[in-house]
Protein backbone atom coordinates (compact mmCIF):
# COMPACT_ATOMS: atom_id res chain seq x y z
CA UNK A 1 0.00 0.00 0.00
CA UNK A 2 1.16 3.72 -0.88
CA UNK A 3 -0.08 6.59 1.13
CA UNK A 4 -0.38 10.58 0.43
CA UNK A 5 -0.83 12.50 3.45
CA UNK A 6 -1.35 16.90 3.16
CA UNK A 7 -2.61 19.46 5.19
CA UNK A 8 -4.14 22.58 5.38
CA UNK A 9 -4.48 25.49 7.83
CA UNK A 10 -8.27 26.77 7.81
CA UNK A 11 -9.08 30.53 9.77
CA UNK A 12 -11.99 28.78 11.39
CA UNK A 13 -12.83 27.43 14.72
CA UNK A 14 -12.27 23.67 14.86
CA UNK A 15 -15.53 22.41 15.58
CA UNK A 16 -16.87 24.44 12.11
CA UNK A 17 -14.05 23.18 10.26
CA UNK A 18 -15.29 19.76 11.47
CA UNK A 19 -18.97 20.18 10.68
CA UNK A 20 -18.37 21.61 7.08
CA UNK A 21 -16.58 18.30 6.23
CA UNK A 22 -19.16 15.92 7.71
CA UNK A 23 -21.28 17.35 5.07
CA UNK A 24 -20.51 14.16 3.03
CA UNK A 25 -23.06 15.75 0.09
CA UNK A 26 -21.34 18.89 -0.07
CA UNK A 27 -17.68 17.00 -1.22
CA UNK A 28 -18.23 17.60 -4.45
CA UNK A 29 -17.58 21.18 -4.05
CA UNK A 30 -14.27 20.97 -3.17
CA UNK A 31 -13.19 17.61 -4.87
CA UNK A 32 -13.59 18.41 -8.21
CA UNK A 33 -13.39 14.73 -9.49
CA UNK A 34 -16.77 13.93 -7.49
CA UNK A 35 -19.92 13.73 -9.43
CA UNK A 36 -22.07 12.68 -6.31
CA UNK A 37 -21.51 11.34 -2.76
CA UNK A 38 -24.64 10.14 -0.74
CA UNK A 39 -25.35 8.46 2.37
CA UNK A 40 -26.41 5.03 2.11
CA UNK A 41 -27.01 3.92 5.45
CA UNK A 42 -26.04 4.92 9.27
CA UNK A 43 -21.69 4.98 8.64
CA UNK A 44 -21.81 4.42 4.67
CA UNK A 45 -21.55 6.33 1.77
CA UNK A 46 -22.36 5.84 -1.89
CA UNK A 47 -18.95 8.13 -4.02
CA UNK A 48 -18.94 8.22 -7.63
CA UNK A 49 -16.29 9.57 -9.71
CA UNK A 50 -15.24 11.12 -12.76
CA UNK A 51 -11.50 10.74 -13.75
CA UNK A 52 -10.11 10.90 -17.16
CA UNK A 53 -13.39 10.29 -18.55
CA UNK A 54 -14.20 6.93 -16.86
CA UNK A 55 -17.25 6.68 -13.85
CA UNK A 56 -15.88 4.38 -10.63
CA UNK A 57 -18.66 3.82 -8.16
CA UNK A 58 -17.81 2.49 -4.51
CA UNK A 59 -19.10 2.57 -1.26
CA UNK A 60 -17.59 3.71 1.81
CA UNK A 61 -17.61 3.11 5.15
CA UNK A 62 -16.71 5.28 8.37
CA UNK A 63 -14.72 3.18 10.48
CA UNK A 64 -14.05 5.93 13.23
CA UNK A 65 -15.69 8.95 14.14
CA UNK A 66 -14.12 11.40 17.06
CA UNK A 67 -16.09 14.57 16.85
CA UNK A 68 -14.06 17.51 16.15
CA UNK A 69 -11.12 15.38 16.45
CA UNK A 70 -11.12 12.64 13.60
CA UNK A 71 -12.87 10.78 10.79
CA UNK A 72 -11.29 7.46 9.23
CA UNK A 73 -13.06 5.58 6.31
CA UNK A 74 -12.37 2.77 3.97
CA UNK A 75 -13.73 1.19 1.06
CA UNK A 76 -15.80 -1.93 1.11
CA UNK A 77 -16.73 -1.81 -2.63
CA UNK A 78 -14.15 -0.72 -5.71
CA UNK A 79 -10.48 0.67 -5.28
CA UNK A 80 -9.09 -0.63 -2.39
CA UNK A 81 -8.49 2.61 -0.06
CA UNK A 82 -8.33 3.74 3.31
CA UNK A 83 -8.26 7.26 4.36
CA UNK A 84 -8.46 9.64 7.69
CA UNK A 85 -9.28 13.11 8.19
CA UNK A 86 -8.03 14.94 11.47
CA UNK A 87 -8.41 18.34 13.11
CA UNK A 88 -6.38 19.70 15.00
CA UNK A 89 -7.04 23.38 16.89
CA UNK A 90 -4.57 25.85 16.46
CA UNK A 91 -6.37 28.44 18.33
CA UNK A 92 -9.31 29.63 18.71
CA UNK A 93 -9.98 30.68 14.94
CA UNK A 94 -7.43 28.34 13.23
CA UNK A 95 -7.40 24.68 12.53
CA UNK A 96 -5.07 22.21 10.70
CA UNK A 97 -6.83 19.62 8.11
CA UNK A 98 -4.44 17.12 7.52
CA UNK A 99 -5.83 14.31 5.11
CA UNK A 100 -4.30 10.66 4.87
CA UNK A 101 -5.15 8.45 1.95
CA UNK A 102 -3.54 5.06 1.61
CA UNK A 103 -4.96 3.09 -1.56
CA UNK A 104 -3.66 -0.04 -3.11
CA UNK A 105 -1.32 0.47 -6.23
CA UNK A 106 -2.18 -0.40 -9.62
CA UNK A 107 -6.14 -0.22 -8.44
CA UNK A 108 -8.17 2.68 -9.78
CA UNK A 109 -5.88 5.31 -8.71
CA UNK A 110 -3.59 7.28 -10.78
CA UNK A 111 0.22 8.24 -10.40
CA UNK A 112 1.06 9.22 -6.37
CA UNK A 113 2.41 12.39 -7.54
CA UNK A 114 -1.12 13.26 -9.12
CA UNK A 115 -3.26 12.18 -6.52
CA UNK A 116 -0.99 14.14 -4.04
CA UNK A 117 -1.81 17.39 -6.28
CA UNK A 118 -5.08 16.53 -6.19
CA UNK A 119 -5.78 16.28 -2.81
CA UNK A 120 -4.02 19.43 -2.40
CA UNK A 121 -6.39 21.20 -4.95
CA UNK A 122 -9.26 19.31 -2.76
CA UNK A 123 -7.99 20.91 0.49
CA UNK A 124 -7.17 23.88 -0.80
CA UNK A 125 -10.51 24.43 -2.01
CA UNK A 126 -12.01 23.52 1.19
CA UNK A 127 -10.75 25.86 2.80
CA UNK A 128 -11.86 29.05 0.18
CA UNK A 129 -14.86 27.03 1.12
CA UNK A 130 -14.89 27.08 4.71
CA UNK A 131 -13.68 30.43 5.61
CA UNK A 132 -15.95 32.77 3.76
CA UNK A 133 -18.93 30.85 5.12
CA UNK A 134 -18.06 30.73 8.50
CA UNK A 135 -17.06 34.60 8.30
CA UNK A 136 -20.77 35.10 7.30
CA UNK A 137 -22.19 32.90 9.95
CA UNK A 138 -19.93 34.78 12.63
CA UNK A 139 -21.91 38.49 10.66
CA UNK A 140 -25.10 37.45 10.55
CA UNK A 141 -24.44 36.59 14.56
CA UNK A 142 -23.53 39.47 15.75
CA UNK A 143 -25.67 41.19 13.31
CA UNK A 144 -29.28 40.08 15.04
CA UNK A 145 -27.19 40.63 18.48
CA UNK A 146 -27.53 44.65 17.46
Known amino acids: MESIKRSVEVRA ?4 VYQ ?6 EYPRFMKS ?3 VRKVGENQFYVRVERD ?9 ISQLDPNRRIAWRNVSGAGHWGVVS ?3 LGPDRTRVTLKL ?3 P ?8 VLAERIERSLEAFRNLVEPSVMEDLVTRNWRGF
Open 13 to 16: PVED
Open 20 to 25: YWTRVE
Open 34 to 36: LCE
Open 53 to 61: GLLYESVEE
Open 87 to 89: FES
Open 102 to 104: AFI
Open 106 to 113: DSEWHEPY
